[in-house]
């Protein structure tokens, strides 16, 4: 393709002769009213009515019983797999083409991940690799399910849909339940993301999403734990929040507790944010549409979201044909002043996960040579 072309419709559809950046956030709503009011009100901290709001606002949204705000996805990821029953020296299936955070989540709790394949189609874990794993290394025991040749326990499996196109959800849990391993759901992306009508992050027993600044909507930095379980919802919050016995002076903890409490000043951005969050949805598939429509009169693959699921397109992407092509792609759009970036490097190529169990990795590698995110801005 000639990319002048490219960058014609990319200066026209953003309407900028400017740099265009891979995803901006958008204050066009109460944000400057909402923070506004929480500086006037002097409650910018661990107290104030928007964290609690902001938590109602976001479960009445995806309609799962209960969220806790917390201070990044990665903490929320971190607390969730805690809360799963993740333990020192145990193991988390995962994948190894993700953001770097989902590993982290598992080492911060002194376990370890263990790198299964994703599906070319989702770009996200496969549970039919997982399948084939548990085949191979599974061990069904009493207290659930072993390792047999690291004779570690395989206390949770956590999928992370990529770039918000939901994984094969359905058969994901029913391997899961088969192999009974607890399901924790990396929704850090997928935010405002349906699989089968059911907005994702209600499928784990417990999820984590995030509200970074370069993810659909923005508290500035925040995440969120969510669940449909009332006792591990209370018991996030409790150990979110130093994990202090309610009291109007005393100071007793009743366990090691995390200070991971969303401040209110940011539940407040995050308030105005989700006001608006359906209508960047909205503009993030219009555009989804048109690239579709535009890379389909240039042979080049644009990924759209599968049947049975709605994506919220986060950040778009291409797949070129080689990673011949992707440089080339990549090399020339930057120089154009559109920001294109690749997909990550795979975890078990850097230091701190090189030595994790894994398997072959096939589709990971294909993908991780040939996909690049483009412009995605709810424009
Ligand atoms: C953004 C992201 C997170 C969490 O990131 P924070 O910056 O800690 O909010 C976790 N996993 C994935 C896959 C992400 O993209």
Avoid at 79 to 88: P, S, T
Wanted: with cysteine; net charge positive.
């Amino acid at each position: 393709m000639n990319l002048n072309i490219f960058s014609n419709f990319i200066k026209e559809r953003f309407r900028t002769d400017k740099f265009v950046p891979l995803h901006v956030p958008y204050f066009i709503g109460n944000e400057m009213d909402f923070v506004g009011e929480t500086i006037k009100s002097t409650f910018v901290s661990s107290v104030g009515k928007y964290v609690d709001q902001f938590e109602i606002d976001l479960s009445s949204f995806l309609k799962v019983k209960r969220s806790v705000a917390v201070v990044n996805g990665t903490s929320a990821l971190q607390v969730a797999l805690r809360l799963a029953g993740v333990r020192k020296n145990d193991e988390v299936l995962t994948q190894s083409l993700t953001f770097v955070a989902t590993a982290n989540a598992i080492k911060y709790n002194y376990a370890n991940p263990v790198f299964i394949d994703v599906d070319l189609d989702t770009m996200g874990l496969s549970p039919f690799a997982v399948s084939d794993f548990l085949d191979e290394f599974g061990e069904l025991r009493d207290d659930g399910c072993y390792n047999k040749k690291s004779g570690r326990k395989i206390s949770a499996c956590m999928p992370m849909h990529t770039f918000g196109f939901p994984v094969h959800l359905e058969e994901m849990m029913k391997i899961c339940k088969k192999w009974n391993i607890p399901l924790v759901e990396d929704a850090a992306e997928s935010l405002g993301s349906k699989y089968k009508n059911i907005y994702t992050g209600n499928f784990g027993i417990v999820s984590g999403m995030s509200f970074n600044g370069n993810k659909i909507i923005t508290t500035g930095g925040g995440g969120s734990i969510l669940t449909n379980d009332n006792k591990i919802a209370d018991k996030a919050k409790h150990i979110t929040t130093t994990a202090k016995k309610s009291h109007p002076y005393e100071y007793f903890h009743d366990e090691l507790g995390y200070n991971f409490r969303m401040p209110n000043i940011n539940a407040a951005l995050g308030c105005a944010q989700l006001e608006n969050l359906k209508l960047f949805i909205d503009k993030k598939r219009n555009l989804a549409k048109d690239y579709y429509d535009f890379f389909k009169n240039n042979g080049i693959k644009f990924r759209k979201e599968l049947k049975n699921t709605k994506a919220n397109y986060w950040l778009m992407c291409i797949e070129l044909s080689n990673k011949k092509e992707r440089d080339l792609f990549l090399k020339e759009t930057n120089n154009l002043n559109i920001m294109t970036r690749p997909i990550w490097k795979l975890m078990h190529r850097l230091p701190m996960y090189e030595n994790c169990q894994k398997d072959l990795q096939i589709n990971s590698k294909y993908l991780e040579e040939r996909i690049i995110n483009i412009p995605s801005s709810a424009v």
